[in-house]
Nanobody, 123 residues
Framework: VQLQASGGGSVQAGGSMRLSCVAS????????MGWFRQAPGNKREFVAG????????LYADSVKGRFTISRDNVKSAVYLQMNSLKSEDTAVYYC?????????????????WGQGTLVTVSS
């Protein structure tokens, strides 16, 4: 499955942004999905994950209570709603799919990646 992320841009600290990730060449309904991010000079880090059914989610401590991951299997899309953005949230955000049905925090377990979308938060 091919993934394409969109929705990034520039926002002031405290603002909100919604990222979308749409699949083509297949459906995401059989995949667990996740969002990762990579800031300049840093390793790619887990942000949020959601199970195949959407019944369970998991968040990195740094975004818990501010970000919400959701999915629409009919539209073959996954979303990341980001509220109360901070300058430290500035990064390229990637959506990814893994073949297990649960939540996966390790990037190496994901088999399909979107191209990334840049989020810049200015203070």
């Amino acid at each position: 499955v091919q993934l394409q992320a969109s929705g990034g841009g520039s926002v002031q600290a405290g603002g909100s942004m919604r990222l979308s990730c749409v699949a083509s060449g297949g459906t995401i309904s059989m995949y667990g999905m996740g969002w990762f991010r990579q800031a300049p000079g840093n390793k790619r880090e887990f942000v949020a994950g959601i199970t195949r059914s959407g019944s369970l989610t998991l968040y990195a401590d740094s975004v818990k209570g501010r970000f919400t991951i959701s999915r629409d299997n009919v539209k073959s899309a996954v979303y990341l709603q980001m509220n109360s953005l901070k300058s430290e949230d500035t990064a390229v955000y990637y959506c990814a799919a893994h073949q297990g049905g649960g939540v996966e925090v390790f990037a190496a377990m994901y088999t399909s990646w979107g191209q990334g979308t840049l989020v810049t938060v200015s203070s």
